[in-house]
């Protein structure tokens, strides 16, 4: 569908105070999804980010690749297993892990970045000590309803994040790109999942946004409905929602993240559909918005 010069002017216009706004401020997104595998979409994602950057914000990538780690898993007989969404991390499949998202994810999110006319750096949570991890377990409960903690071998969290490195490369007009690893004070690699890493480095940048990409439309107040998105709500009302069942499975630990966040000193957190075409220019430089905003 052709957009006529003056809905174009109009378009611009309506972006304009929200350019001013955010200009010289950060913005940290988690990529993944729909629109890292879909290479329409991940066209879009990558201009939207490009876009900003010109525009005179700092855009700061954290990117996930679950999918990629499972076909190379699959390819090389190494079986998976997950506990609480979360995968179950071995020696084996952490070194597999490093290289699909080190190795390759993060290198082709870079280069696609590079080829649309950006410029970007990829790092992972190792280089210049920006993520220091440590083992995570995860608390389950079994058959007699008691809380248990599982070993998840080699899956880390965020104890420590030093963001100087993402700083400098921000400053001198890179786009960083980072992969969810992370070094504990071992030395040892953990993966670490991409929306907590996110939610970390939004905090110790001091971001104005941390911005998820998901697969769904944001939080509905009714799943069935479409219609029913709920476009902004207040940490004081997340637990309520959690117990009403219309925050639940997935989209629990992603507000948890946006939560975090928030109590962390971030201003504003997203949560957006990333199948939507164009989804972070929509939800950052419009007044409607597209997803869900989650407010302290």
Not at 33 to 51: F, P, R, S
Not at 86 to 107: F, I, P, Q, S, Y
Not at 177 to 204: F, K, R
Request: net charge negative; proline share 4%; glycine share 12%.
């Amino acid at each position: 569908m052709l957009i006529s010069p003056l809905a174009k002017a109009g378009i611009l216009v309506e972006a304009l105070p929200y350019i001013k706004k955010f200009s010289g401020r950060t913005v940290v997104i988690k990529y993944g999804g729909h629109a890292m595998v879909n290479t329409e979409l991940k066209q879009a994602v990558m201009q939207d980010i490009i876009l900003m950057k010109l525009v005179g914000i700092n855009p700061i990538i954290v990117h996930g690749g679950g999918p990629e780690i499972t076909a190379m898993l699959d390819k090389l007989a190494i079986k998976s297993s997950f506990v609480s969404g979360l995968r179950v991390t071995d020696a084996a499949t952490m070194e597999v892990v490093e290289m699909v998202l080190v190795g390759k994810v993060n290198k082709d999110i870079v280069g696609h970045i590079q080829q649309l006319g950006g410029k970007a750096v990829g790092l992972s949570g190792k280089d210049g000590g920006l993520i220091r991890a440590v083992k995570e377990f995860s608390a389950v409960k079994g058959p007699d309803g008691q809380v248990q903690q599982v070993d998840l071998g080699l899956v880390g969290d965020v104890a420590e994040v030093n963001p100087h490195l993402v700083e400098l490369l921000a400053q001198q007009g890179y786009i960083p790109v980072v992969a969810p690893v992370g070094m504990g004070e071992d030395g040892q690699s953990y993966n670490i999942n991409a929306d907590t890493m996110a939610g970390a480095l939004a905090v110790a940048l001091k971001a104005d946004k941390l911005v998820l990409l998901t697969d769904v439309e944001g939080i509905l107040r009714d799943f069935k409905d479409k219609n029913s998105l709920i476009s902004s709500l207040s940490v004081a009302e997340v637990p309520g929602l959690i117990q009403e069942g219309i925050i639940t499975g997935g989209m629990i630990p992603k507000v948890e993240c946006c939560v975090k966040a928030l109590q962390g000193g971030v201003q504003t957190t997203h949560i957006i559909d990333g199948r939507i075409p164009h989804s972070i220019l929509l939800e950052v430089f419009t007044d409607k918005g597209i997803g869900t905003m989650v407010v302290a």
